[in-house]
């Protein structure tokens, strides 16, 4: 069975730190992308942060660079997201994506077409 499994997400203070991952299972590939997407009630979602496989090329959105870290663990099929200096405003579900075509990689969600089921981060002041 092939899926995108999210953990790490939670409550945190202003100025704290979180570090989510996602473990894609089921799936066969050479190279991909795999990223980060977040959506906040009322909000459209937006790409936070993509990295190609096996090439480790890393791409961010503007408001989250400095703060946020993508990585991965090729051996484990892992992706990771290490969200530091956390604000109010980076409340959001966040969720895993990953595209195993070998194409393009970047934070635009039409790139994606394999997405996990979420998990949710709350910043509060």
């Known amino acids: 069975q092939r899926q995108l499994v999210e953990s790490g997400g939670g409550s945190v203070q202003a100025g704290g730190s979180l570090r989510l991952s996602c473990t894609a299972s089921?799936?066969?590939?050479?190279?991909?992308?795999m990223g980060w997407f977040r959506q906040a009630p009322g909000k459209e979602r937006e790409g936070v942060a993509a990295?190609?496989?096996?090439?480790?090329?890393?791409y961010y959105t503007d408001s989250v660079k400095g703060r946020f870290t993508i990585s991965r663990d090729n051996a484990k099929n892992t992706v990771y997201l290490q969200m530091n200096s956390l604000k109010v405003e980076d409340t959001a579900m966040y969720y895993c994506?990953?595209?195993?075509?070998?194409?393009?990689?970047?934070?635009?969600?039409?790139?994606?077409?394999?997405w996990g089921q979420g998990t949710q981060v709350t910043v509060s002041s």
């Open positions: 990295i190609s496989i096996p090439g480790g090329i890393t």
């Open positions: 089921g799936y066969t590939y050479s190279s991909s992308c």
């Open positions: 994506a990953a595209d195993f075509a070998g194409g393009e990689c970047g934070t635009a969600a039409w790139i994606f077409g394999s």
